[in-house]
């Protein structure tokens, strides 16, 4: 029966998802406030280094980044099984706001002491854990089920936008305004978002959803969910599949690449350390658009799975290569490798998502796909001071290829 829904399928069109006006919408908002997001980044963490000279806050701020999403992603996704999406993303929303207005007046008063620090930067992790699961399952409102792949892939896309123009233009805001105006004028970026959520396309019953469900408050509740995603193979391998990708690797060689750029000759913040921050984040715009425009690559299990591996095999290369061209090539090709199995084992996770559990079920995802990055800087960074960090690199990536590998034996089993 699905081979013929297949065959009858009408012709995939490039940007799908983009001729709704509703996702039209949606990819401008959440692109303006992931820029927003990464402004803050930019200001907050310059100031933090200028005054207090500490690494151990800078080791908090990453920490405190992705913890929330690992303990809080899981009932964050219950609650917007329970409520409006709209309304969990508009309060991220403020809670962001609240942050950056936070830190200009800190900065204007010149007041800022740690606590205070470590306090917005753990209210910055909560905001974004209540936008990120929520968002996920308002996609299902926006746009229909065959054009999810387009939605979440642009998504994506939108992401990586957001952090190529985010140091950009916090940049700029430092130096035309100074920090502190910077990041208050920061914080009204966020009101767009805020204001077409209010309108937003919303249907819980077009997505599935039936009559709301109590939100998730007992151990019960969290046993039955984690039974019926084991019980479903795509979903248990594709959570897998991004859990050890976050877990072994995630991000954490970024913060490393100043490491990197003196291994390939380059001792200075010039801009050939800026081509190679640069690099992944352009692979990755790239294969959002290119991916986009012809069609390749739908959705799969053993097609995330071969790509994740050829993710590895980039960031092994990278790790191991001597010349500076084919570290950014290698890096480049990273970046394209990275949006494609992640957005497509999203994709997939959201396709076969239970409608009455949805939100857990996303909550799961994300919960091992963002919060497992809480370890990647043990895996990679710490690793890498005891042992170097080309060969933590390398044996983070031998370790995600060999989970790959076992997730592929099994599908092509079952």
């Keep these: 029966m699905s081979n013929d829904t297949t065959a009858a399928a009408p012709p995939r069109r490039s940007f799908a998802a983009l001729r709704h006006p509703g996702y039209r919408g949606f990819f401008l908002a959440f692109a303006g406030a992931m820029m927003a997001d990464s402004i803050e980044h930019v200001i907050s963490y ?57 830190w200009g007046v800190l900065f204007l008063t010149d007041t800022l002491e740690i606590w205070h620090a470590m306090l917005l930067l753990t209210l910055h992790g909560i905001a974004g854990v209540l936008w990120t699961p929520s968002s996920q399952v308002l996609l299902h409102h926006v746009v229909p089920p065959e054009q999810l792949q387009s939605a979440v892939r642009l998504n994506a896309t939108s992401r990586q936008l957001g952090l190529l123009g985010g140091p950009a233009i916090g940049g700029l805001l430092l130096m ?11 914080a009204l970026i966020y ?13 819980r019953a077009a997505a599935g959803q039936g009559a709301p469900r109590r939100a998730l408050l007992s151990v019960s509740d969290v046993t039955s969910t984690l039974r019926r995603i084991a019980s479903h193979p795509v979903l248990l391998s594709m959570i897998l599949l991004s859990g050890g990708a976050s877990f072994f690797i995630g991000n954490a060689y970024l913060p490393q690449m100043p490491d990197f750029a003196r291994s390939l000759g380059h001792f200075d913040a010039d801009l050939s350390y800026s081509v190679l921050l640069g690099a992944d984040a352009v692979g990755a ?19 995330a799975m071969i790509l994740a591996i050829a993710w590895c095999g980039a960031l092994a290369g990278f790790a191991l290569s001597s010349i500076y061209s084919l570290a950014v090539l290698l890096l480049f090709i990273a970046g394209f490798m990275d949006l494609s199995f992640n957005s497509m084992s999203q994709t997939l996770v959201q396709l076969n998502a239970p409608a009455d559990i949805r939100g857990r079920v996303l909550g799961v995802f994300s919960m091992m796909a963002l919060g497992l ?32 590998a076992l997730l592929l034996v099994r599908s092509s089993r079952s």
């Design 46 to 102: 310059w100031i933090m280094f200028q005054k207090f000279q500490s690494n151990a806050l800078g080791a908090f701020a990453v920490v405190s980044h992705w913890l929330p999403f690992l303990l809080l992603s899981l009932p964050v996704g219950a609650l917007a099984d329970h409520f409006d999406p709209r309304r969990l993303i508009q309060i991220g929303m403020v809670i962001f706001m609240g942050v950056s207005v936070a």
């Design 176 to 186: 035309i305004f100074g920090p502190a105006h910077g990041i208050l004028l920061n």
């Design 191 to 203: 009101v767009p978002t805020i204001v077409w959520l209010w309108k937003a396309p919303y249907s």
């Design 285 to 303: 715009l790239t294969a959002g658009f290119l991916l986009e425009s012809r069609g390749w690559l739908q959705p799969n299990p053993r097609t």
């Design 373 to 404: 990055r809480t370890f990647s800087g043990v895996t990679v960074g710490l690793m890498g001071a005891a042992i170097g960090i080309h060969s933590s690199l390398v044996l983070s990536a031998l370790a995600l290829v060999a989970l790959s």
